[in-house]
């Protein structure tokens, strides 16, 4: 009677594990969905990296800095950004800004966490979960070698983005103008 009880209650553990695995592949894919960019067939080319990039939408897109032996370079802005997966903070919006980030040292280390977007209203914002792909992460790049990603930030409805800063706290310094 024991084993049997024990069989069951296992049973039971393994179908609401494999439950669990099918409802995360199902909101994964709906993610997936929402927030993966148009194939270039679809009227939305993109450039591969190194080539020019067709014309965005933004007015800013093409401004680039250079700081830490990384160029920081907008490709566009989505404000706001589509819906996906991740909240926005209640009463705001989310903006997201595509950047390209290429290596100009050798070894030279990048991380999403230092970027905080200035608003118009003079506040600094940090970063939120961006719904769109691929999210700009960390890491090193070589000289020449370029990553491309999406960093969000959650701004009030009448707050426009002004400019990118670039640091932790207090020592944060201007990186890109958005406006």
């Not at 939305?44 to 990296?49: E, G």
């Not at 907008?74 to 589509?82: F, L, N, R, S, V």
């Not at 608003?119 to 961006?130: E, F, I, V």
């Not at 370029?146 to 932790?168: K, Q, T």
């Amino acid at each position: 009677m024991r084993w049997s009880r024990a069989l069951l209650i296992l049973a039971g553990g393994v179908l609401l594990f494999l439950a669990g695995i099918l409802t995360f592949a199902e909101r994964e894919g709906e993610r997936v969905g929402v927030t993966t960019p148009p194939a270039a067939d679809a009227g939305n080319p993109r450039a591969p990296l190194g080539e020019s990039a067709a014309p965005a939408a933004s007015p800013v897109a093409g401004r680039a800095a250079e700081v830490d032996g990384v160029r920081y370079t907008i490709i566009d802005i989505a404000d706001p950004e589509p819906p996906g997966v991740f909240p926005v903070k209640a009463g705001h919006r989310r903006v997201g800004i595509l950047l390209e980030l290429e290596g100009l040292q050798p070894r030279a280390s990048y991380n999403f966490s230092l970027l905080r977007l200035r608003g118009s209203d003079g506040q600094l914002y940090t970063w939120a979960l961006s719904n769109q792909e691929p999210a700009l992460r960390m890491g090193v790049l070589e000289p020449g070698q370029a990553v491309e990603g999406w960093i969000a930030y959650d701004l009030p409805p009448a707050v426009r983005p002004a400019a990118l800063e670039y640091g932790r706290g207090v020592s944060a310094v201007p990186l890109l103008t958005l406006e």
